[in-house]
T-cell receptor, first 111, second 114 residues
Framework: NAGVMQNPRHLVRRRGQEARLRCSPM?????VYWYRQLPEEGLKFMVYLQKENIIDESGMPKERFSAEFPKEGPSILRIQQVVRGDSAAYFC?????????FGPGTRLTVL | KNQVEQSPQSLIILEGKNCTLQCNYTVSPFSNLRWYKQDTGRGPVSLTI?????NTKSNGRYTATLDADTKQSSLHITASQLSDSASYIC?????????????FGAGTRLAVHP
C-alpha cells in the first residue's frame, strides 16, 4: 500500500505565475488535508476535503488559493498569481478515519 | 485561542545520551495528543498518540507522557542515535466542526552528534 504521494516535490515559479500542487491519498482514504509550513514554523492547517466536497477551508486565504478533490484523480491545491510570501512547504495528509498520514511535501519557491 | 508551544526550540546532544522535549498546550476541546518525527525534507510521521485518560505511551526508545490537568506533555528519547536527528512535533487534536482538527507546535529541532 503506497503512502501519500505528492508531486512535484519541488516547484519554482516566478511572481504572477500559477502553482498547481497534487496529492494522491493512500488507497482507501477519502479524506484529504492540506497544510502549509513556513521556515522555522509549525504546520498550519489550510483546507480539509472529502471526495468532491470542501469540508473546512477556514485556513486557506480567500484570494488566489483554491483546492479540489475530484471524484477521480488526485487532490489539487492551486495558487494563482503567486507572490514571494507563498514560498513554503505544502504538505498533504490523508485519512480514512482519525489518523492522518502525511506525504513528503512540495517545496514551492517563488522567485 | 488554541495553541501548542514546544521547548526547547533546538537541542544538541551526544550520541547515546537521553533527552526530554516539552510541550504545553491550550486546546479545547481536547481529543488526543500525538508526537510526530519530521526528518528534513519529509513529511511528519506519528510516533505516539495519547488520549485524555492515558498518561504514558512508549514506542521503542521513545516515551511520551501526558498530564491532562496541567496540559503538558513530554517526549523522552533514550540512548539517542544519529538517526534521531530530526524535528519533533507535538500535535493536539481538537474536535471541532464535526471532525478532529490538528493543531501543531513549531517543533523541537534535535541534532545528535557522534
Amino acid at each position: 500500500n503506497a503512502g501519500v504521494m505528492q508531486n512535484p516535490r519541488h516547484l519554482v515559479r516566478r511572481r504572477g505565475q500559477e502553482a498547481r500542487l497534487r496529492c494522491s491519498p493512500m488507497k482507501g482514504h477519502s479524506h484529504v488535508y492540506w497544510y502549509r509550513q513556513l521556515p522555522e514554523e509549525g504546520l498550519k492547517f489550510m483546507v480539509y476535503l472529502q471526495k468532491e466536497n470542501i469540508i473546512d477551508e477556514s485556513g486557506m486565504p480567500k484570494e488566489r488559493f483554491s483546492a479540489e478533490f475530484p471524484k477521480e484523480g488526485p487532490s489539487i491545491l492551486r495558487i494563482q498569481q503567486v507572490v514571494r510570501g507563498d514560498s513554503a512547504a505544502y504538505f498533504c495528509a490523508s485519512s480514512q478515519e482519525d489518523t492522518q498520514y502525511f506525504g513528503p511535501g512540495t517545496r514551492l519557491t517563488v522567485l | 485561542k488554541n495553541q501548542v508551544e514546544q521547548s526547547p526550540q533546538s537541542l544538541i546532544i551526544l550520541e547515546g545520551k537521553n533527552c526530554t522535549l516539552q510541550c504545553n498546550y491550550t486546546v479545547s476541546p481536547f481529543s488526543n495528543l500525538r508526537w510526530y518525527k519530521q526528518d528534513t525534507g519529509r513529511g511528519p510521521v506519528s510516533l505516539t498518540i495519547m488520549t485524555f485518560s492515558e498518561n504514558t505511551k512508549s514506542n521503542g526508545r521513545y516515551t511520551a507522557t501526558l498530564d491532562a490537568d496541567t496540559k503538558q506533555s513530554s517526549l523522552h528519547i533514550t540512548a539517542s542515535q544519529l538517526s534521531d536527528s530530526a524535528s519533533y512535533i507535538c500535535v493536539v487534536s481538537s474536535f471541532s466542526g464535526g471532525y478532529n482538527k490538528l493543531i501543531f507546535g513549531a517543533g523541537t529541532r534535535l541534532a545528535v552528534h557522534p
